[in-house]
């Protein structure tokens, strides 16, 4: 059974920092893009950025790029949200999501992702 665990998130200053990590397991495949999103309460789940496996190509929403990083470790079946400039716009839970293989979705879309984290809470304060 795939499982994706995320930790990381915390409560951090505006202008501060934070690395969120998500390692997945259970299976005996090869990722083929994993992903960050993000909920803030009474909003719908946003993309914020996604880095395909195998080639370590990014893509980044607009309102975080400059600011967050996704970087992954093949080794540890490991990815990586650095979060610098940290706002309160930020505050949310964050989600990991995981794919296998392409789709007919977009990589922004949340259907494009068949696996997720249960969510790390994310709190800037201003």
């Known amino acids: 059974q795939v499982q994706l665990v995320e930790s990381g998130g915390g409560l951090v200053q505006a202008g501060g920092s934070l690395r969120l990590s998500c390692v997945g397991s259970g299976g005996t495949f090869s990722w083929y893009r994993m992903g960050w999103f993000r909920q803030a309460p009474g909003k719908e789940r946003e993309f914020v950025a996604r880095?395909?496996?195998?080639?370590?190509?990014?893509y980044y929403a607009d309102s975080v790029k400059g600011r967050f990083t996704i970087s992954r470790d093949k080794a540890k079946n490991t990815v990586y949200l650095q979060m610098d400039s940290l706002k309160p716009e930020d505050t949310a839970v964050y989600y990991c999501a995981a794919s296998t293989s392409t789709s007919g979705f977009s990589s922004s879309n949340p259907a494009a992702y068949p696996y997720w984290g249960q969510g790390t809470q994310v709190t800037v304060s201003s």
């Open positions: 880095i395909t496996w195998g080639s370590g190509l990014t």
